[in-house]
């Protein structure tokens, strides 16, 4: 069965559920799933819950799926670039589970791989904490925490092949092959799709067998912060 669609919205037809948990991958604004955040602000889909690193920033990214109001809970770890994310959140219009960022990283990872849960230092002692079961080792006091899996996992790849195996490039090889792997459902958008046998078996970061559905899309690729050196003065 074939696995390239034609677009985002084909992509999503049939998949997307109020109320559904999605993963959303990218480090900031770099590698995000653009088209497919995009598509799932115009399906209208409400309730969401939406575990990604970064709640995207004002007017881009996730920021559209909180400007129309369509999440209901986010599972993030930085979230400091989206002021309408702060104004939601403190008025309590949003609900947030905050995770340092290694330990987000490994819940997905582990969700992905059958796991359950792990005990990690990280966060003893500390609100992240609270409520969860704390047990040492060796001397040390660990933290317990679940893994994490979603209805849905929208991923964005720099190439694939016709059989959903990806590359991913630089910075956006973070977030973006745990969580397809986490997804009960994946959708990939790349660059560019090649066909089966042209990409280096050793090169593949993510076999096709984690990929449903993909497509070609389109990138805008903005900079979340433009950092440039004042010009000297002769």
Known sequence: MGKIVADARAALEGVAFDGMTVMSGGFG?????ENLIAALR???VKGLTVISNNAGVDGFGLGQLLETRQIAKMISSYVGENKEFERQYLAGELQLEFNPQGTLAERIRAGGAGIPAFFTAT???TLVAEGKEVREFDGRDYVMETGLVA????VKAWKADER??????KTARN???MMATAGKVTLVEVEEIVSTGSLDPDQIHTPGIYVDRLFKGSFEKRIEQRTVRQKEVA
Do not use: E, Q, W, Y
């Not at 604004?29 to 799933?33: E, F, T, Y």
């Open 151 to 154: 209805d849905l996992a929208i």
């Open 29 to 33: 604004l770099c590698g995000i799933p």
């Open 123 to 125: 966060g003893v002692g």
């Open 175 to 177: 977030f973006n092959p």
């Open 164 to 169: 959903g195996n990806l590359v991913f490039r």
């Open 42 to 44: 115009d399906s209208g």
